[in-house]
């Protein structure tokens, strides 16, 4: 299957946004287009999950335009083509009494029912030997997995994760990214990461848009590291590991 990149799934521009009379973000335009696996970075604070939050419609913008799809946010309906796995899914209490099959199923909310797609999404994740065992039950990296073939379960277009590596141990980081990489190229999923590791984003995703109250960069991974903005942004004391591929 061939995919027209050129294809916008996103289109943000002019965005602003103040809390109260405070300014997190300021004439923000880029794109997201179709296959592409964007990686949002920025320093803590720069709006990252703000603007993640517009574009999702949980808030509304001071200035500018989102359109999804094509379509204006104000009239868009159809959010089932959105995944989102937002920060901190996997704060659980052990005795939280869902199965794991149970949790991804929630997923097709208002959808036909249908198991072979909620066992395959489980087993994209490769977490389909976990099927019945509690959500509570299990490491926060495996929760993640879980929350991310909630996500599948719905056959999103798109889907949306915020910081999903927090806490995380970097074994199962590494599988995990794996993963991401693996939806994006086999099911050629567009995937927008949110994360304020810039080096792990810089070798996985394949576009980069870094995000401190304005648009810094948006471009390419790799040239990212290497390009003087960076340097303004997180001072040149900042040690990043290199990946060869
Ligand atoms: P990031 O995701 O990049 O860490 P955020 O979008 O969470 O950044 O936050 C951007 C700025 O907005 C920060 O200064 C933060 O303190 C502020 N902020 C975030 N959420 C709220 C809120 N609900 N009310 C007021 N200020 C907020």
Redesign the pocket.
Known sequence: MQIDHSENIVELKNISFA??G?N?LEDITFNVHKGDYLGIV????????????IIIGLLTPSHGTVHLFGQDICCFNKWSKIGYVPQKATNFDNSFPLTVEEVVTMGRYGKPKNDKIVLQSLKQVEMLEFRNKLIGDLSGGQQQRVFIAKALAGEPEIIFL??PTVGVDLKTQEQFYRILKDLNKKLKLTLVL?S?DIDVIASETTEIAC?NKKLIYDNNPENFLRSEKLKKLYGSGVKFVFHTH
């Open positions: 809390y109260g405070k997190v920025g320093p803590n604070g720069g709006g990252k999950t703000t603007l993640l939050k915020d910081e949110i304020h995000v």
